[in-house]
């Protein structure tokens, strides 16, 4: 049996034993037992038996089962993808021992990973899909039951099936084929009108990451992969059986608890999630540079937030509904506003000027009598790219005055998560060049608390509300968590220094990494801790005005402390930034308390 199926087939029975505990009382143990005990055995036959043909039978025969548990589907469009799979990887075994052209062998390839997408029910062999139907009854059963396991075997089948050659030709088509699910689960959950349908298209997101992890020749990406099944099978498939049960009992709760589950859905930190897109944005970057840049571009489709856009869809579709062309007009016309306000204002274009000039002053007063840095000379690196794609992101996000992103477009964990990728991504690119990386994650989880906090109350994830909330009650959370976002901010934008400086060039060179961070990170501090400005020339100049001060104030700090020394600063984080966060964390949930 493979090592990863082992374990993923325990975590399966784990979540099992969850939804037997956590059922309903109305809802059928037994027939939830008789479901799932036989779907968990089918897993384990699938891992066990000695041979791959006989996988292939027994995973024919949990075809035959599925299609058989009832639904409102017709069995024989239940049964039609799964045997498609069966069909696909016999195939592929026949390709593969039969003696002839080393073509063959590709085939073989090109069955296998047909085989494994139609077995899952991803693209383009996606299982039909029924809102009503049972969760052990819907294609759900296969794209996070039993899919995990099925390709743990696949793969570690296929390396003694394939030759080197077709090897390296399977591993491409899974990267492919991951990238095309990634983008169309991204996309389809933000676009589509059924919650259900939703939650589905975010499994096909999360395997997209997991084929391209798959795919990839080198170690972190395997492990990455196998973390994302994890996160599938012990993240994503109990939450997706808590939903259902909200759902057949027509309850909805708004609930701080939901900003932790967001989090890690999105794949943030300190959830698995994250670490699985670390190892898969290091194992990209040692295989082809460009594609880490895709990876990350796909990771930052599926982000919370898609509620609000699916929300907003509701309400404005059917005024278009009268026409066609309507409907086409008004989709155009979101695409070409969101295209100008990430590239234009306040994205790119804004992100850069802003950083710009407050980079100046920033070498200006930390080099003193020192020559002026110059500029760069080579192409933008990985972690460039990536950041400049998170911090346009976050800067949309912003209640900055004219914003062309609709204000219930906008979501502040969206924002806090594309600047944490920032951080996350020079961890995962360059962790040999990150001075303390254990002490900067530790600093950047303060930070999401400074940012997070102010929301538990008001429950409120829109960033323009938060900042408009003047509840005399909720002040002291408000000045915690604004001073906590001060101190640890010098630190996320690397002025204060957590080791010796390694620099040995004549002349410091702009960087740009900052220079993409400056407006992003001061300007959420306006939208969060300051009233929201009006859309006039007088609103944004108050808005970039205070958030000029916030860069200013962040600036003198950096040169009074790198003066002296990073054990200071060390000793400033461990010793009295984390216990304040603490603090602050205390004030949050004592606040949250005593304001119901």
């Known amino acids: 049996m493979p090592p990863d199926a082992t374990e993923i087939i325990v975590f399966i029975a784990l979540v099992l034993g969850f939804a037997l505990a956590f059922a309903p009382a109305q809802s059928p143990r037994r027939s939830l037992l008789v479901r799932g005990g036989t779907g968990l055995a089918g897993t384990v036959a699938i891992a066990a038996v000695p041979t791959f043909d006989l996988a292939i039978l027994v995973l024919l025969t949990l075809g035959v089962l599925h299609a058989a548990a009832g639904g409102k589907r017709a069995f024989a469009i239940r049964l039609r993808a799964p045997l498609l799979a069966v069909a696909m990887l016999a195939l592929a075994v026949v390709l593969a021992r039969v003696e002839g052209p080393v073509v063959l062998a590709r085939f073989a390839a090109v069955g296998l990973v047909a085989g494994l997408a139609a077995g899952i029910g991803l693209l383009p062999y996606l299982h039909p899909f029924d809102a009503d139907d049972a969760a052990a009854s819907s294609p759900v059963a296969w794209i996070a039951f039993i899919g995990p396991v099925l390709a743990a075997v696949v793969v570690a089948r296929a390396q003694g099936l394939l030759t080197a050659d077709a090897g390296g030709a399977f591993g491409a088509m899974l990267i492919g084929l991951g990238l095309l699910n990634m983008a169309w689960g991204g996309i389809a959950t933000w676009l589509t009108e059924s919650t259900t349908a939703a939650w589905r298209y975010s499994f096909i997101a999360d395997w997209g990451l997991a084929l391209c992890g798959i795919g990839l020749t080198v170690s972190d990406g395997r492990r990455g992969a196998l973390l994302v099944l994890l996160t599938i099978v012990l993240g994503r498939l109990p939450l997706y059986l808590v939903f259902r049960q909200a759902a057949a009992a027509k309850t909805a709760t708004e609930r701080p608890v939901n900003l932790v589950v967001a989090a890690m859905l999105a794949g943030s930190a300190p959830f698995a999630g994250f670490a699985a897109r670390v190892l898969l944005l290091r194992g990209a970057t040692q295989l082809y540079w460009p594609l880490a840049l895709v990876l990350a571009a796909g990771m930052l489709l599926w982000l919370p937030g898609a509620d609000a856009r699916r929300q907003h869809r509701r309400r404005a579709l059917p005024a278009a509904a009268s026409g066609g062309g309507a409907i086409v007009i008004q989709i155009l016309s979101g695409i070409a506003t969101h295209s100008v306000a990430l590239l234009l204002y306040p994205g790119l274009a804004a992100l850069v000027a802003f950083g710009t000039v407050v980079e100046l002053l920033w070498m200006r007063l930390s080099l003193r009598g020192r020559e002026w840095p ?17 911090s346009m992101l976050a800067a949309v996000q912003l209640a900055v005055p004219w914003n062309l992103v609709p204000g219930e477009e906008r979501s502040v964990v969206l924002a806090a998560v594309a600047l944490a990728f920032t951080a996350w991504a020079e961890l995962a690119l360059t962790v040999e060049f990150v001075a303390e990386p254990g002490l900067l994650l530790v600093i950047q989880l303060c930070w999401l608390l400074a940012v997070l906090g102010p929301a538990v109350q008001p429950e409120s994830l829109r960033p323009q509300v938060l900042g408009n909330v003047l509840v005399p009650g909720l002040l002291p959370v408000k000045v915690g968590c604004a001073f906590l976002y001060l101190l640890c901010l010098p630190a996320l934008l690397r002025l204060w220094p957590l080791a010796p400086a390694t620099e040995r060039r004549g002349r410091p060179r702009l960087d740009a990494r900052r220079i993409l961070t400056w407006f992003p990170y001061c300007g959420l501090f306006t939208t969060l801790f300051i009233s929201p400005s009006a859309d006039d020339a007088a609103g944004l100049l108050r808005f970039f005005g ?16 790198q003066r002296r020394g990073p054990a200071i600063v060390r000793g400033t984080y461990t010793k009295a930034v984390t216990p304040f966060a603490v603090l602050v964390l205390a004030i949050v949930v004592l606040t949250s308390i005593l304001m119901r």
């Open 374 to 390: 110059e500029l760069p000379r080579r192409r933008p690196s990985p972690v460039v790219g990536t950041i400049a794609l998170c």
């Open 546 to 561: 205070f958030t000029l001060v916030v860069a200013v104030v962040v600036i003198l700090a950096g040169v009074v402390v």
